[in-house]
């Protein structure tokens, strides 16, 4: 059965912005509170806030960037966040785009790939308890993190192309897509997460997608809301290159038509209700285990209240 929960859909700069998101998923039919990376704020400490102020709920980080924190660094502050929600944690990551990784660490990975693996093996060793003992091509980790109990804790990874995917299948618990249509994670993601998991012979992960959604408005320019929400998206080269294979012609050059065929193609859901419904109904079938509303343009363009209202009418309306 799949699942529904809700993203903050903006950068976390002050926390107490995020409050009614939070009580947002206390009271209605999502399941989980999803905190995207940004370069202002922590989801950590927002999370701690929210938690002292009163809500406690489910809580989904995806993707942090590897390059912000060593994996025992990322596993310990895993741990914290389950504690401080009291609630179970998706920890979704990945490597980031390759200008990222230059700029902090001098050098983008060789492999993504080989970087990725190790990070969530260490990642995941940590938090299941374990002695780890890991030596490798990009992180050193002999340690222990201490027995706290806590929620349990999912570790994901952030999956836009095949290969990702089907490392996801390897070594993650969760695999994390982000603007993908529904077509391409039937077609390309999931059959590379089954085939990671069966050559490990490990149960496959469950896939969460973050659909980018806007209800049709009077005087709503759909086209405004995609560049409001992913202009940083529509610009990287891994992004554009998910989107060409899943038969989205965008040009990074001119992101207005970018912006067209992203809605065209079915990476961001935009129409009435029903219509919604129907789109979102393609993700279930494509084998989506749970559905992030992400409603960041809707925010950008009108603000928090119009965000909230109009997650409450898809939930209420467009979620079965």
């Given at each position: 059965?799949?699942?529904?929960?809700?993203?903050?859909?903006?950068?976390?700069?002050?926390?107490?912005?995020?409050?009614?998101?939070?009580?947002?998923?206390?009271?209605?039919?999502?399941?989980?509170?999803?905190?995207?990376?940004?370069?202002?704020?922590?989801?950590?400490?927002?999370?701690?806030?929210?938690?002292?102020?009163?809500?406690?709920v489910?809580?989904?980080?995806?993707?942090?960037?590897?390059?912000?924190?060593?994996?025992?660094?990322?596993a310990?502050?895993?741990?914290?966040?389950?504690v401080?929600?009291?609630?179970?944690?998706?920890?979704?990551?990945?490597?980031?785009?390759?200008?990222?990784?230059?700029?902090l660490?001098?050098?983008?990975?060789?492999?993504?790939?080989?970087?990725?693996?190790?990070?969530l093996?260490?990642?995941?060793?940590l938090?299941?308890?374990?002695?780890?003992?890991?030596?490798?091509?990009?992180?050193?980790?002999?340690?222990r993190?201490?027995?706290?109990?806590?929620?349990?804790?999912?570790?994901?990874?952030?999956?836009?192309?095949?290969?990702?995917a089907?490392?996801?299948?390897?070594?993650?618990?969760?695999?994390?897509s982000?603007?993908?249509?529904?077509?391409?994670?039937?077609?390309?993601?999931?059959?590379?997460?089954?085939?990671?998991?069966?050559?490990?012979?490990r149960?496959?992960?469950?896939?969460?997608?973050?659909?980018s959604?806007?209800?049709?408005?009077?005087?709503?320019?759909?086209?405004?809301?995609?560049?409001?929400?992913?202009?940083?998206?529509?610009?990287?080269?891994?992004?554009?290159?998910?989107?060409?294979?899943?038969?989205?012609?965008?040009?990074r050059?001119?992101?207005?038509?970018?912006?067209?065929?992203?809605?065209?193609?079915?990476?961001?859901?935009?129409?009435?209700?029903?219509?919604?419904?129907?789109?979102?109904?393609?993700?279930?079938?494509?084998?989506?285990d749970?559905?992030?509303?992400?409603?960041?343009g809707?925010?950008?363009?009108?603000?928090?209240?119009?965000?909230?209202?109009e997650?409450?009418?898809?939930?209420?309306?467009?979620?079965?």
């Amino acid at each position: 059965m799949t699942t529904y929960s809700v993203l903050v859909p903006f950068a976390h700069c002050r926390p107490e912005r995020t409050l009614p998101f939070a009580a947002f998923v206390q009271w209605s039919r999502a399941l989980r509170l999803w905190l995207a990376q940004g370069d202002g704020g922590d989801p950590h400490q927002t999370v701690a806030f929210a938690a002292a102020s009163g809500f406690r709920v489910p809580v989904g980080t995806g993707v942090r960037l590897m390059p912000h924190r060593h994996p025992f660094t990322a596993a310990q502050e895993t741990q914290a966040l389950a504690v401080a929600a009291g609630h179970p944690v998706v920890a979704g990551f990945g490597p980031g785009a390759s200008v990222l990784q230059q700029a902090l660490l001098g050098a983008p990975y060789a492999s993504p790939l080989g970087a990725a693996r190790e990070y969530l093996t260490v990642v995941r060793g940590l938090l299941a308890g374990e002695e780890v003992e890991h030596r490798g091509e990009y992180y050193t980790c002999l340690a222990r993190l201490p027995s706290v109990p806590s929620p349990p804790v999912e570790v994901g990874l952030g999956v836009l192309r095949p290969a990702m995917a089907r490392l996801a299948g390897e070594v993650a618990d969760v695999a994390v897509s982000w603007l993908t249509p529904a077509a391409y994670l039937r077609e390309v993601v999931v059959p590379a997460l089954r085939a990671g998991a069966e050559a490990r012979a490990r149960p496959v992960p469950r896939l969460v997608a973050v659909v980018s959604t806007a209800l049709e408005r009077s005087g709503r320019d759909v086209g405004e809301l995609v560049l409001a929400a992913h202009t940083h998206h529509l610009r990287m080269p891994h992004y554009a290159d998910m989107l060409r294979r899943a038969g989205v012609a965008v040009d990074r050059a001119d992101l207005t038509a970018a912006a067209e065929a992203v809605v065209k193609g079915g990476a961001f859901l935009s129409g009435t209700a029903g219509h919604l419904a129907e789109q979102l109904a393609e993700f279930r079938d494509a084998g989506v285990d749970e559905v992030v509303l992400n409603v960041s343009g809707v925010y950008a363009a009108a603000g928090g209240r119009a965000a909230l209202e109009e997650l409450d009418e898809l939930l209420r309306e467009a979620v079965p």
